[in-house]
C-alpha cells in the first residue's frame, strides 16, 4: 500500500504539466554528473567535466580532453530511476561541442479507471455500494521525460590592464550555448518543446592577482537557462502548452592547491534564481589526482560523495537527503 501512495503520488507531480505549466521542466533541475551533484549543485563556476552542458557550456571549451561520462540514480527510494550521458569533444582553436541524453523513468505507477462510473450522478454512487472504488488499480504504467541537447563553447584567453604595478591579470573567458529538445510521455500523451541556455565562465589566476605563489585559481559563472522561454506542446485536444520558468545560476569557487598534503581544496557557492531563491554550497578534496571526497548543501538539504581513479577512468558515488528519502547516484567519467 505505501508504494502505491508513493507511486501515485509521483504520478500527480508527473501529471502536473497536464494542468498547469509552472512546473512544466522541473525534472531538468534534478541537475547531472555525480560530482557535481555531491557538491550540493553548486558547479555552475566550475563546470570542468561533461556535466558542464548543464550547468554551465561555457566551461567546456576549457576542457581540453574527450570525455565520455554516464550517470544513473536511484531515485524516491527506487522508485525512479534518472540517467544522464555525455560526450564532450575539444577541437581546434580553444573551442568544444557536446552532446548529451537525460532521462527520467517512473515505472509501475498504478492506473486506476472510472469509466465504469460513468451516467451515474453522486448520490448513486454513495449509495450504492457497487459503484464505490475499490482501491485495487486496474493496470499500470510508465512515465519519461527525455532531455536531449547539443552544446557548442568558445575559450577566449587575455590579459587585462589593472594598473596595478604595470602587470597585466591572465583570464580565461568561456562562453557557450546550448539547444535541447525536451519529450514527455504520460501514458498516450505526448509533450515536446525547444529551448536554449547560455553560460559563461570566467578563470584567473589569484597568484597573480596577489602576487603570492601559493594562491591557486578563481572561477566565476552564470548560467541562463530557458532564455529565449521554452514551452512545451502536448498532444491533447486541448492542444496544452505549458511553459518552462526562465532561471539564472551564478556561482564563484577558490580552487587552492595544497602542495605538501598532494591536494587541492576547492570551495564553492552557487544561487539559483528561479522561485524563491536557493543558495547551493560544496566542497570538494582531490588527493593526488587519485581520489576525491565532498560535502553539498542546499536547501536544507545534504549531499556528500566521493570518486576513485582507477586506470584513467573516475568512478563517482554521491548520497542526496531530500523530504521524500535518501538517493543514490552512480557516475563514470573517462578522458582520453
Same mark, same amino acid.
Given at each position: 500500500?505505501?508504494?502505491?501512495?508513493?507511486?501515485?503520488?509521483?504520478?500527480?507531480?508527473?501529471? $502536473?504539466?497536464?494542468?498547469?505549466?509552472?512546473?512544466?521542466?522541473?525534472?531538468?533541475?534534478?541537475?547531472?554528473?555525480?560530482?557535481?551533484?555531491?557538491?550540493?549543485?553548486?558547479?555552475?563556476?566550475?563546470?570542468?567535466?561533461?556535466?558542464?552542458?548543464?550547468?554551465?557550456?561555457?566551461?567546456?571549451?576549457?576542457?581540453?580532453?574527450? &570525455?565520455?561520462?554516464?550517470?544513473?540514480?536511484?531515485?524516491?527510494?527506487?522508485?525512479?530511476?534518472?540517467?544522464?550521458?555525455?560526450?564532450?569533444?575539444?577541437?581546434?582553436?580553444?573551442?568544444?561541442?557536446?552532446?548529451?541524453?537525460?532521462?527520467?523513468?517512473?515505472?509501475?505507477?498504478?492506473?486506476f479507471s472510472e469509466s465504469h462510473l460513468i451516467?451515474?450522478?453522486?448520490?448513486?454512487?454513495? +449509495?450504492?455500494?457497487?459503484?464505490?472504488?475499490?482501491?485495487?488499480?486496474?493496470?499500470?504504467?510508465?512515465?519519461?521525460?527525455?532531455?536531449?541537447?547539443?552544446?557548442?563553447?568558445?575559450?577566449?584567453?587575455?590579459?587585462?590592464?589593472?594598473?596595478?604595478?604595470?602587470?597585466?591579470?591572465?583570464?580565461?573567458?568561456?562562453?557557450?550555448? +546550448?539547444?535541447?529538445?525536451?519529450?514527455r510521455k504520460i501514458m498516450d500523451n505526448l509533450?515536446?518543446?525547444?529551448?536554449?541556455?547560455?553560460?559563461?565562465?570566467?578563470?584567473?589566476?589569484?597568484?597573480?592577482?596577489?602576487? &603570492?605563489?601559493?594562491?591557486?585559481?578563481?572561477?566565476?559563472?552564470?548560467?541562463?537557462?530557458?532564455?529565449?522561454?521554452?514551452?512545451?506542446?502536448?498532444?491533447?485536444?486541448?492542444?496544452?502548452?505549458? &511553459?518552462?520558468?526562465?532561471?539564472?545560476?551564478?556561482?564563484?569557487?577558490?580552487?587552492?592547491?595544497?602542495?605538501?598534503?598532494?591536494?587541492?581544496?576547492?570551495?564553492?557557492?552557487?544561487?539559483?534564481?528561479?522561485?524563491?531563491?536557493?543558495?547551493?554550497?560544496?566542497?570538494?578534496?582531490?588527493?593526488?589526482?587519485?581520489?576525491?571526497?565532498?560535502?553539498?548543501?542546499?536547501?536544507?538539504?545534504?549531499?556528500?560523495?566521493?570518486?576513485?581513479?582507477?586506470?584513467? $577512468?573516475?568512478?563517482?558515488?554521491?548520497? $542526496?537527503?531530500?523530504?521524500?528519502?535518501?538517493?543514490?547516484?552512480?557516475?563514470?567519467?573517462?578522458?582520453?
Amino acid at each position: 500500500m505505501k508504494k502505491i501512495i508513493i507511486l501515485s503520488l509521483l504520478a500527480c507531480i508527473m501529471a $502536473i504539466p497536464m494542468y498547469a505549466g509552472r512546473y512544466a521542466g522541473d525534472f531538468m533541475m534534478i541537475g547531472a554528473g555525480v560530482r557535481a551533484l555531491g557538491m550540493g549543485g553548486a558547479f555552475s563556476s566550475l563546470a570542468d567535466d561533461g556535466s558542464a552542458i548543464y550547468w554551465n557550456s561555457g566551461g567546456l571549451s576549457q576542457i581540453r580532453d574527450s &570525455e565520455v561520462s554516464a550517470m544513473h540514480a536511484f531515485l524516491y527510494k527506487n522508485l525512479a530511476s534518472y540517467d544522464h550521458l555525455s560526450y564532450v569533444q575539444p577541437l581546434p582553436n580553444d573551442v568544444s561541442i557536446a552532446f548529451n541524453v537525460t532521462r527520467l523513468t517512473v515505472s509501475d505507477i498504478p492506473r486506476f479507471s472510472e469509466s465504469h462510473l460513468i451516467g451515474y450522478n453522486v448520490d448513486e454512487r454513495i +449509495n450504492n455500494i457497487a459503484h464505490h472504488l475499490p482501491g485495487i488499480p486496474d493496470g499500470t504504467f510508465r512515465s519519461t521525460d527525455d532531455l536531449y541537447q547539443f552544446a557548442f563553447s568558445k575559450n577566449i584567453k587575455f590579459g587585462a590592464n589593472m594598473g596595478w604595478q604595470f602587470f597585466e591579470v591572465p583570464f580565461e573567458l568561456g562562453l557557450g550555448g +546550448n539547444v535541447k529538445f525536451i519529450q514527455r510521455k504520460i501514458m498516450d500523451n505526448l509533450g515536446s518543446g525547444t529551448g536554449f541556455d547560455l553560460g559563461l565562465k570566467l578563470r584567473t589566476d589569484l597568484a597573480v592577482i596577489f602576487d &603570492e605563489e601559493s594562491l591557486g585559481d578563481l572561477h566565476f559563472g552564470m548560467n541562463f537557462q530557458d532564455v529565449a522561454g521554452t514551452s512545451i506542446s502536448w498532444d491533447t485536444n486541448s492542444e496544452m502548452k505549458d &511553459e518552462v520558468l526562465f532561471n539564472t545560476k551564478v556561482g564563484v569557487a577558490v580552487e587552492q592547491p595544497m602542495p605538501s598534503l598532494k591536494s587541492i581544496l576547492i570551495l564553492a557557492y552557487d544561487y539559483d534564481y528561479i522561485y524563491d531563491g536557493t543558495s547551493h554550497y560544496g566542497l570538494d578534496w582531490n588527493y593526488d589526482d587519485r581520489a576525491n571526497l565532498r560535502l553539498g548543501y542546499y536547501d536544507t538539504n545534504l549531499s556528500c560523495g566521493a570518486s576513485v581513479k582507477v586506470y584513467g $577512468i573516475f568512478l563517482d558515488y554521491a548520497l $542526496i537527503t531530500n523530504p521524500i528519502g535518501i538517493s543514490n547516484r552512480l557516475g563514470l567519467r573517462v578522458r582520453f
